[in-house]
């Protein structure tokens, strides 16, 4: 079994940046994927990006291409989500979550965070 545990969500401003940190702690050899997701109010939760825990595959929705950075450091198990010219439309609730099977990895994950809030006012 693996924890999750994200970090870095904030109030700012449109046009402002975030960097977000999902630290896992457990079983984090067996890691084959770790993702980021997002959920607004009254919204389905919907991908955002992901990266392969070997390699260095990474995969974004087009929502955010061009604007968000997933990047990770095995060293200290945590994968990064760089956030850059964030939108009103990217506040929401952000959780981090981890496959250990190489499934999609748009939308198949065994073990999810309990998420850290991003606010973007206008």
């Known amino acids: 079994q693996v924890q999750l545990v994200e970090s870095g969500g904030a109030l700012v401003q449109a046009g402002g940046s975030l960097r977000l940190s999902c630290a896992a702690s457990?079983?984090?050899?067996?890691?084959?994927?770790v993702g980021w997701f997002r959920q607004a109010p009254g919204k389905e939760r919907e991908f955002v990006a992901a990266?392969?825990?070997?390699?260095?595959?990474?995969y974004y929705a087009d929502s955010v291409k061009g604007r968000f950075t997933i990047s990770r450091d095995n060293a200290k198990n945590t994968v990064y989500l760089q956030m850059n010219s964030l939108k009103p439309e990217d506040t929401a609730v952000y959780y981090c979550?981890?496959?250990?099977?190489?499934?999609?990895?748009?939308?198949?994950?065994?073990?999810w965070g309990q998420g850290t809030q991003v606010t973007v006012s206008s």
């Open positions: 979550a981890a496959d250990y099977s190489g499934r999609s990895p748009r939308d198949k994950y065994d073990y």
């Open positions: 457990g079983r984090t050899f067996s890691i084959y994927t």
């Open positions: 990266i392969r825990w070997s390699g260095r595959t990474t």
